[in-house]
C-alpha cells in the first residue's frame, strides 16, 4: 500500500505533499514540509495561494490559514500560529466568528462553494480555533472564538456532515476537557438522529453532491477522537475496510467532491491519499 502511494505521490503531487508524505511514511525532515508551507504564506500572517485547493486567488483566507497551521504542527512547528492568530483576529466579527470566506477572494477563481460572507460561520470557526487550541496559542481572539464556538455548538439542533466534522476537531482540542466530551456526546446522538453518517446506506446530504457522503473515518480519523464512540466496533471496522478497498489502480485514493477546475484533482488526491494512509495506520490496518 505504501509503495504504490509513494509512487502515486511523485507522479502527481505538489511539492508540499511531496515533503509531507517523505516526513509522515519515509523518516524525512521536517523542515522542507514548513519551506513548502510558508510558500503560501502573506504578509498579513493569513495564507493564500491555492494552499487549500478549491482557493485559487493569492489572498489570505481563514480555510488556507488554518490548513497551514494544521500542517505544521502535523511536524511539529508552530512557527505560523502566532501571526495566523493575528490574521484571524483582523477578520473575526465581534461575536468572535470568521467568515467562511471573505470578500479578498471575490476577483480570483475559486470553488462555487467557496461563497463570499460577512457572516461567523461556525465550520471555519471551529476549525480555526481548534487548531489554534492544538498548537497551545494564547491570544485574546481565541477566547472570543472559543465562547462564539461553545454558544452555537450548544445551540445546534440541526447541522451538516462537515460543520459536525468542524466541531469535533474544536472539541478534540478545546481545553475544557469534560465540556467537550459532554458536547461531542450530543452531536454524536444528533449524528445519528439526522442520519449524517453514511454506514453502508449511501446516504445523502442535500447540497452535497452525489456519492459525497461522510463515513464513520471522516469524523473519527484517529481512535482517540471525541468520535470514536459513535460509531460501534463492528461498524468502524467496515468503514475501514472499505476505505482500504476505495484506492485506486494507480495507488492514490480519490475524492467525491467536484471537481469544478482539473488542476483540483491532481491537487486533491494526493491530500485525501494521505490522510487515508494516516487514518489505517492509527487504526492499525499497516506498519
Known amino acids: 500500500m505504501i ?55 493569492p489572498s489570505s483566507q481563514p480555510l488556507h490559514t488554518y490548513t497551514a497551521v494544521k500542517l505544521g504542527h502535523e511536524v511539529g512547528d508552530d512557527r505560523f500560529a502566532a501571526g495566523a492568530a493575528d490574521f ?5 466579527n465581534p461575536d468572535g466568528g470568521v467568515p467562511n470566506c471573505l470578500a479578498t477572494s471575490r476577483d480570483h477563481p475559486r470553488a462555487p462553494w467557496w461563497q463570499v460572507a460577512e457572516d461567523s460561520d ?20 481565541l477566547d472570543r ?30 481545553p475544557d476537557r469534560a465540556r467537550a466530551g459532554a458536547a461531542a456526546a450530543r452531536l454524536g446522538a444528533l449524528v445519528r438522529a439526522k442520519g449524517l453518517v453514511d454506514l453502508g446506506d ?5 447540497g452535497y453532491a452525489a456519492g459525497e457522503t461522510h463515513k464513520p473515518h471522516h469524523y473519527a480519523a484517529t481512535p ?12 468502524m471496522s467496515r468503514d475501514l475496510d472499505e476505505l482500504a478497498a476505495a484506492r485506486q489502480d494507480d495507488g492514490g485514493w480519490t475524492f467525491p467532491w467536484p471537481a469544478w477546475t482539473p488542476v483540483t484533482e491532481f491537487e486533491w488526491r494526493p491530500i485525501v491519499t494521505i490522510e487515508a494512509l494516516l487514518t489505517l495506520r492509527a487504526y492499525g490496518r499497516m506498519s
Open 88 to 92: 484571524l483576529a483582523g477578520v473575526a
Open 224 to 235: 482517540d477522537s471525541v468520535a470514536r464512540p459513535w460509531f460501534s466496533d463492528a461498524e
Open 3 to 57: 509503495e504504490a502511494a509513494r509512487s502515486f505521490v511523485w507522479h502527481h503531487a505538489r511539492v508540499l505533499e511531496q515533503r509531507r508524505f517523505s516526513f509522515l511514511f519515509d523518516g524525512g525532515p521536517a523542515e522542507p514540509v514548513v519551506t513548502a508551507i510558508a510558500a503560501y504564506r502573506n504578509d498579513d500572517g493569513g495564507f493564500g495561494h491555492a494552499l487549500e485547493p478549491d482557493g485559487r486567488g
Open 202 to 206: 449511501g446516504q445523502r446530504t442535500e
Open 145 to 174: 472564538a472559543t465562547g462564539y464556538c461553545w454558544r452555537r455548538i450548544d445551540e445546534l439542533a440541526g447541522s451538516h456532515p462537515y460543520e459536525i466534522g468542524a466541531c469535533v476537531q474544536f472539541l478534540q482540542h478545546v
Open 122 to 141: 461556525l465550520l471555519m470557526t471551529a476549525l480555526a480555533a481548534g487548531v489554534l487550541h492544538e498548537a497551545g496559542v494564547e491570544h485574546p481572539w
